[in-house]
Nanobody, 121 residues
Framework: QVQLVESGGGLVQAGGSLRLSCAAS????????MGWHRQAPGKQRELVAV???????NYADSVKGRFTISRDNAKNTVYLQMNSLKPDDTAVYYC???????????????WGQGTQVTVSS
């Protein structure tokens, strides 16, 4: 199994910044894409940003130019730098990793437990 542990959430004023981290551990053979999703109250979970093993990135239109995703493959860790935060960014942020636990297993998606980000106006 693969465990994902997020950190870095909290309360920040509009215009402020936060940096989320997500470390993967456990029986990891390989990790393909890693990403961040978020879910606001009463809304569906949505993709925020994703980064592949070759460092290609993709962002939701709502965060382009404000958020930056990066990863440290040696540490199996993905980061999300969030700048110019808005109240609409308030949500629980979930880390996800598409990983394999051995050469014989297929890739599956693993999720973290989520970290709350609250942006006050």
């Amino acid at each position: 199994q693969v465990q994902l542990v997020e950190s870095g959430g909290g309360l920040v004023q509009a215009g402020g910044s936060l940096r989320l981290s997500c470390a993967a551990s456990g029986s990891i053979f390989s990790i393909n894409a890693m990403g961040w999703h978020r879910q606001a109250p009463g809304k569906q979970r949505e993709l925020v940003a994703v980064i592949t093993s070759s460092d290609s990135t993709n962002y939701a239109d709502s965060v382009k130019g404000r958020f930056t995703i990066s990863r440290d493959n040696a540490k199996n860790t993905v980061y999300l730098q969030m700048n110019s935060l808005k109240p609409d960014d308030t949500a629980v942020y979930y880390c996800a990793a598409d990983a394999r636990t051995s050469i014989r297993t297929s890739v599956r998606r693993y999720w973290g437990q989520g970290t709350q980000v609250t942006v006050s106006s």
